[in-house]
């Protein structure tokens, strides 16, 4: 190799050291001050980060152990108790056909007879209130009935007493003689708000002790819009399953406290139930105990919500058997003969547009008012009649089922 080729050798070595040397001088360069170039950025744009609401409930777990359900049951359960009532019913069967002598004189006294009684049986729920055996239930699972048997959770079975009973409340007072006896806490209605938790105990369809569980779906749900108008309640409407059988039952909140008495339900619906508020059984529950009778104010009519566009399409229509007046109130349907309405000169196709000086717009308004009067109390009741506006005094009789005959 000569002089010349061992230079360029050496020349070409060279450059590489040089390279490699500014190559690693410049990655410890880089190392050094990308830190601070991440720090930078970050002061720059700071990252979000998802944080949950302090004050946001968890979700309860079904599946988790001791959850509010099981806890709620836990604790009322044990007041919770089944009712079975035995009435005897009279059959009142004519038979015309083997009265008849003609035919009597073929099967003489060998005919067919016919049982003129028989005995029906009921059963439905109610909850202890006190421990020395008061039990709150619904009316209709034990009016008219002959005998009364309670049963506990427990098995222990015991003769009941209906110590008083409300129609229009559809609520009913069963006394059993009993001491130390389970009791279900009670709630207050008035703090329920449209989707709470709504625990239904009770023994639907034979099957004791049986627990659903839903919501609140609606409150003051009006008795005329469940179907039972003869009724004065307002309801909470919920979409846990109860069937016959439940009746009288206890409704719960989720910490088990009773907030309604489960009652009405529609044939033709499915996941809606209806429930008693329980502040409304607590205002008449000592007088049912006395087998006091509850005061329930009406004046007789049947009624109708009625808006002016309504009465103006009613009145277009040729067959109309009268000319209703356009204007927005309760429109008087029917009025019961002899009812305190009647007796103040209510007619047929009134409209009530006011209440002592309060605007009048629903039939449910009007029965609210009317609930809250006071029996022989004049209400001093606005009504148009055709092109007349007339004033008219009506006193509140006391409703029962003389009064509705």
Not at 185 to 203: H, K, R, T, Y
Not at 287 to 299: F, N, Q, T
Not at 381 to 396: A, C, H, N, W
């Amino acid at each position: 190799m000569g002089k010349y080729g061992f230079k360029k050798i050496f020349s070409s070595i060279i450059s590489y050291v040089l390279v490699a040397f500014l190559s690693a001088g410049l990655t410890l360069v880089g190392l050094q001050n990308f830190p601070h170039f991440l720090i930078s950025s970050a002061q720059a744009e700071p990252i979000q980060t998802l944080t949950i609401p302090q004050n946001v409930a968890a979700i309860p777990n079904p599946n988790s152990v001791g959850n509010f359900v099981s806890a709620a049951v836990n604790r009322v359960g044990p007041a919770v108790v089944r009712i079975d009532t035995e009435r005897t019913v009279s059959a009142k069967i004519p038979d015309p056909f083997f009265d008849d002598p003609f035919f009597r004189r073929f099967f003489g006294e060998g005919m067919p007879q016919f049982p003129q009684e028989y005995q029906q049986r009921g059963q439905g729920s109610g909850f202890i209130v006190d421990s020395s055996g008061i039990i709150l239930t619904n009316s209709h699972v034990v009016k008219g009935a002959d005998k009364v048997t309670v049963t506990l959770r427990d098995g222990r079975q015991f003769q009941g007493e209906v110590r008083g009973s409300d129609d229009p409340s559809d609520l009913a007072v069963v006394k059993i003689n009993g001491n130390n006896l389970p009791v279900a806490p009670l709630g207050n209605s008035s703090e329920v708000q449209v989707g709470d938790w709504a625990i239904a105990l009770g023994n639907p369809l034979g099957l004791d002790n049986t627990v659903t569980l839903g919501i609140v779906s609606t409150l003051n749900r009006p008795s005329s819009q469940v179907g039972i108008p003869d009724k004065r309640l307002d309801f909470i409407q919920t979409d846990a399953a109860i069937n016959p059988g439940n009746s009288g039952g206890p409704l719960l909140n989720d910490r088990g406290e009773v907030i309604g008495i489960n009652t009405a339900i529609r044939a033709d619906g499915q996941g809606i139930g209806f429930a008693i508020p329980i502040d409304a059984a607590k205002r008449i529950q000592a007088a049912l105990v006395r087998g006091e009778k509850i005061a329930h104010p009406y004046i007789g009519i049947r009624m109708a919500s009625l808006t002016a566009d309504m009465a103006k399409q009613l009145n277009s229509d040729p067959n109309s058997l009268m000319l209703i007046p356009e204007v927005n109130g309760v429109l008087v349907v029917q009025i019961i003969p002899n009812s305190p309405a009647a007796n103040a000169g209510v007619r047929r196709g009134d409209v009530i547009t006011e209440i002592d000086g309060q605007a009048i717009t629903t039939a449910e308004q009007l029965q609210r008012l009317v609930e809250k009067s006071q029996i022989g109390q004049p209400l001093k009741i606005t009504v148009r009649r055709g092109q007349k506006t007339e004033q008219l005094s009506v006193r509140p009789g006391q409703l029962d089922e003389e009064a509705l005959r």
